[in-house]
């Protein structure tokens, strides 16, 4: 028996572009009731990065794509085929790397390898959705001599910010600043310059603030207005407005706002011509404003979530959508008198006549530091397998 861990190592989640870190360990456990240890034998085993693409049938027509050679391959328990019995299509991969051939290892010994794979920059961020799914694993394949093939899968999250595909880093290093008495590899310094880079696209993205102010009306006549400070956001980030009813011609008795998502499908993916697209709410805030001069939300942007994308099957954008629901009198206090005493109790009428309608604002949501999102992600750094 030999016990196989891989271990992330800087968490589950990832930037495109950035270097994947894994360190895989065999192990030959010694146990304390065994009384005929023995030695272990592993014929090879080899790593390699894929992307699953599963798609739902009932809202997506794939062309039919011709996988004959990889279903003669999925035959052959001995040959590595890291998507063997997943779902979907392979969508991207990249090239397998063999980490060992004919590895003894003794009772209690082990011994660690390090894999080390650029992500690809252009491939899609990981997203599972009501249509469509892309899912991310680093698949670690071990063979014994004439045994079937085990399968270690390790899934991750990819966050993909557009903008750093063309960028190009410069090619003299010599101004820039570094310490002489450290020696890294250039892949890891690439690696670091990347995720700075990102991080100040992202932060000038979203720092940006400027006042964004909407006035509310229907048919009837002006509700209120709304103000916001930024429609660029980073998951993980609250997005904040607020109401002014008091210059409003129509009383507001309720309003509610939504967080939501809008997947959709191309058009010559679309199952069924104008299929509707899907929505998914993430978070939402509702409030009584009757007689209310101000008012304001905010709304967090989960860091499980997905941020804005677009792929040659699916679209994935962000909204606030707003519902309002105002009297449909444009004066009156909407209470009634309870009593002709000298003690006056007020109350509300038990019945308005009530107008609705609703509105939407497009927003745009950009990723976060993967360090920062792997504090919520649910995969795990950490995998293991016996064979």
Known sequence: MIEVLAKLGHGPVFLAGEVLECVITFTNPLSASSTSASSEMLAWASAQIHCQFHASENRVALPPSDGSKHDVQAENETVFVPNRGERGQCILSTPPKILFCDLRLDPGESKSYSYCETLPIDGPPSFRGQSVKYVY??????????????????????????????????????????????????????????????????????????????????????VGTFCIFKTVYKIGEDVIGTFNFSEGDIPCLQFSVSLQTEESIQEEFQRRRGQQVSF?????????????????????????????????????????????????????????????????????VEQIEVDTFSWDLPIKVLPTNPILASYVSQFSSTNSITI
């Not at 690696?191 to 880079?197: I, K």
């Not at 990102?198 to 002006?222: C, D, F, P, Q, W």
């Open 280 to 348: 998914s709410v993430h978070a939402r805030h509702q409030e009584a404003c009757l007689h209310t001069a101000q008012s304001s939300f905010s709304l967090p942007i989960p860091l499980s979530s997905t941020p804005g994308f677009t792929t040659n099957i699916v679209s994935l954008k962000w909204r606030l959508h707003f519902e309002f629901v105002t009297s449909g009198e444009s004066t009156g206090t909407c209470l009634v008198r309870g009593s002709q005493s000298e003690a006056v109790t007020w109350t509300g």
């Open 137 to 222: 694993k680093l698949t670690i394949g071990c063979q014994r001599v004439n045994s079937p093939i085990k399968l270690l899968r390790v899934p991750f999250r990819v966050l993909v910010l557009h903008g750093l595909k063309d960028y190009q880093f410069p090619q003299d290093e010599a101004v820039a600043p570094s310490n002489p008495f450290l020696e890294e590899e250039e892949s890891l310094k690439k690696d670091s310059r990347l995720a700075d880079l990102a991080t100040e696209l992202l932060m000038v993205a979203t720092s940006r603030r400027s006042l964004h102010l909407y006035n509310i009306s229907n048919s009837r006549g002006k």
